[in-house]
């Protein structure tokens, strides 16, 4: 499994940029970088996933160096309603085993 | 639009009591999972069913069991339950687990006390 390294909090003020980066060096040739989002109560909901360069959706950007050895999730302009657990996902493309981390807790102030 | 449904939402049990918890999904989906979660420790997978039909262990199996009921449920059972088990149990589906790139979809949890 490749293992994930991300920052256990952020913290940050409503109309900034948040960028959280996630360390997985093992990660393999035909694996994907997924990140997930958890709010209270709730299970994880799926944000944006890629496979290097840069991938875009209405919610966040997800940045991969040519490497990909890490990424960087980019959260523009957040709100209070930002304020989330946030997973960064590696999954092996030869086996179903899945692996959360801690998540990295970012707190939103206004 | 209910996408996946887990029962119960909340349950207290006493070591030793069986229990079954309930999952199904509406988006024909074919891989399900299981997962739990404690505190700063993210969420770990205990079985996960690539197909109707089939079940395999994930990171954390011991004291659990699986059902793969039919492509829409997908049950989880503690036969004697144990306080270490008290915790935030997820179950998800993904279109198929065969390919790294589908994304998985949560139900909003069981939470479990065993006293």
């Known amino acids: 499994l490749a293992k994930t390294t991300q920052p256990i909090s952020m913290d940050s003020y409503e109309g900034q940029e948040v960028n959280i980066t996630c360390s997985h060096n093992?990660?393999?040739?035909?694996?994907?970088i997924t990140w997930y989002q958890q709010f209270p109560s709730q299970g994880p909901r799926f944000i944006i996933q890629?496979?290097?360069t840069k991938v875009t959706n209405e919610v966040a950007s997800l940045f991969i160096p040519a490497d990909r050895k890490s990424s960087t999730l980019s959260l523009p302009r957040v709100s209070l309603s930002d304020t989330a657990v946030y997973y960064c996902?590696?999954?092996?493309?030869?086996?179903?085993?899945?692996?959360f981390g801690a998540g990295t807790t970012v707190t939103v102030r206004a | 639009n209910a996408g996946v449904t887990q029962t119960p939402k909340f349950q207290v049990l006493k070591t030793g009591q069986s229990m079954t918890l309930q999952c199904a999904q509406d988006?024909?989906?074919?891989?399900m999972y299981w997962y739990r979660q404690d505190p700063g420790m993210g969420l770990r997978l205990i079985y996960y069913?690539?197909?109707?039909?089939?079940?395999d262990k994930g990171e954390v199996p011991n004291g659990y069991n699986v059902s793969r009921l039919n492509k829409r449920e997908f049950s989880l059972r503690l036969e004697s339950a144990a306080p270490s088990q008290t915790s935030v149990y997820f179950c998800?589906?993904?279109?198929?687990?065969?390919?790294?790139?589908?994304?998985?979809?949560f139900g909003d949890g069981t939470r479990l006390s065993i006293l």
């Open positions: 998800a589906s993904s279109e198929s687990s065969a390919s790294s790139n589908q994304p998985q979809h």
């Open positions: 890629g496979y290097k």
């Open positions: 996902l590696v999954v092996r493309s030869n086996d179903y085993k899945l692996s």
């Open positions: 988006m024909n989906h074919n891989s």
């Open positions: 093992n990660i393999a040739t035909n694996d994907y």
């Open positions: 069913s690539a197909s109707e039909g089939t079940t």
